[in-house]
């Protein structure tokens, strides 16, 4: 079945810091999104992107959608403390009914 | 805006037992998810309802698994009887449609012993 990859795993940063993860396919998505989820808590859309090579910021983060269309790029610049938790890629393929597949995660650790 | 209410926010059972899950998504939001989350994983759908119908539910385990939206609004998820690898957070979402961000409910953190 269709899987994403998410890197790295896991990081601890010193607040401040600029942070970069990624997620991979090997297939198609017509949608990416990331989310951010808190503990005991569902995950939150922070930002999502439809078009491939489109850049899109929200705050302090910005994201893209690759130009393969199988890829996606989420950077946080200037770290801060509630930066903690962990962040999830998802993607949807092309049909509007396509479910929604999320990425293992990245957790995120700031260092104060 | 009131967000997608899930109860309860706790279960512990026994294996072999059988549970329910209530989701009440946010008004308006035609379309309602239930997701599996395995502790560190991300999320799996298990169910997608449009209104009251069924879109998507390939990955819902159908011999142990139901879910109902009766009236296309408030959404039960049962199991019965539970296995030990149902032990999971079930996540309720809605949206307006499926072409729109959704929102995710805090979930019910079932413990299955």
Known sequence: ????NQ??????IQEGEDVSMNCTSS????????YKQDPGEGPVLLIALY??????SNGRLTAQFGITRKDSFLNISASIPSDVGIYFCAGQRKTSYDKVIFGPGTSLSVIP | EAGVAQSPRYKIIEKRQS????CNPISGHATLYWYQQILGQGPKLLIQFQNNGVVDDSQLPKDRFSAERLKGVDSTLKIQPAKLEDSAVYLCASSFGVNYGYTF???TRLTVV
Not at chain 1, 1 to 4: D, I, M, N, R
Not at chain 1, 7 to 12: I, K, L
């Open chain 1, 7 to 12: 890197s790295p795993q896991s990081m601890f």
């Open chain 2, 19 to 22: 549970v329910a899950f209530w």
């Open chain 1, 51 to 56: 078009k491939a090579g489109e850049l899109t």
């Open chain 1, 1 to 4: 079945g269709q899987q994403l």
């Open chain 1, 27 to 34: 297939s198609i998505f017509n949608t990416w999104l990331w």
């Open chain 2, 105 to 107: 409910g805090s979930g």
